[in-house]
Nanobody, 122 residues
Framework: QVQPVESGGGLVQAGGSLRLSCAVS????????MGWYRQAPGKQRELVAV????????RYADSVKGRFTISRDNAKNTVFLQINSLKPEDTDVYYC???????????????WGQGTQVTVSS
């Protein structure tokens, strides 16, 4: 596939954990940084985390530091987002994206996934 494909979303109780995955074609994955964003209805899409193509550097939104971890498996062309200590305010559609690192930090990706819904119940 050309576009990233997310999976792993679902309904979880507050305090629980989820691991989101995003599969990307090898040609896109190998040369690009990867990022996760989230968006609630009626709100702007916000950056959650970004990781460089080598996995050597990451950046997180202040609101998720300490709870979210982005990682990538370059052998499987997959990027992950581990989400711990989930809160109701983490309820959003989570999107995976690929592109140059600083472009992703600015919210501009070359490739976007369709999103996966995460719902956290209180």
């Amino acid at each position: 596939q050309v576009q990233p494909v997310e999976s792993g979303g679902g309904l979880v109780q507050a305090g629980g954990s989820l691991r989101l995955s995003c599969a990307v074609s090898a040609s896109i994955f190998s040369i690009n940084a990867m990022g996760w964003y989230r968006q609630a209805p009626g709100k702007q899409r916000e950056l959650v985390a970004v990781i460089t193509s080598t996995g050597g550097h990451t950046r997180y939104a202040d609101s998720v530091k300490g709870r979210f971890t982005i990682s990538r498996d370059n052998a499987k062309n997959t990027v992950f987002l581990q989400i711990n200590s989930l809160k109701p305010e983490d309820t959003d559609v989570y999107y995976c994206a690929a592109g140059p690192f600083m472009y992703l930090v600015a919210g501009k990706a070359d490739y976007w996934g369709q999103g996966t819904q995460v719902t956290v119940s209180s």
